[in-house]
């Protein structure tokens, strides 16, 4: 499955920049050694639903130690049978792009 989620506290720091706590959320992510990439509105991270779901447990409760409140948006490509799919779903949508 691929997970693309998006983690923020409730409120930023004294400049409302909320790049801190995210930053550790993505640090547990990459720890993980699950395939993940960030873009500029999520993190997107591929494995095993036990597995992914955990990851995203323990970012959250990252940005729980900053912050009281937290947000979490979370969508899910649940696809059994498929691995490599975070680049593989990007490859096949270049290729029709080139046809």
């Known amino acids: 499955m691929i997970v693309a989620f998006s983690i923020s506290p409730a409120a930023g720091d004294e400049t409302g920049s909320v790049s ?3 930053a550790e959320a993505i640090r547990i992510v990459r720890a993980s050694g699950l395939p ?6 999520f993190t997107n991270i591929e494995g095993e639903w036990d597995e992914v ?4 447990k323990q970012a959250v409760e990252a940005v729980t130690a900053v ?8 969508k899910a490509d ?8 975070l680049t593989a779903k990007v490859d096949r949508i ?6």
């Open 53 to 56: 779901m955990a990851v995203v």
């Open 67 to 74: 912050s009281p409140r937290v947000g979490l948006v979370l």
């Open 78 to 85: 649940i696809r059994p049978g498929f691995t490599g799919q």
């Open 36 to 41: 993940n990439e960030t873009n500029a509105m």
């Open 94 to 99: 270049e290729q029709a792009l080139a046809d």
């Open 20 to 22: 801190k706590a995210v």
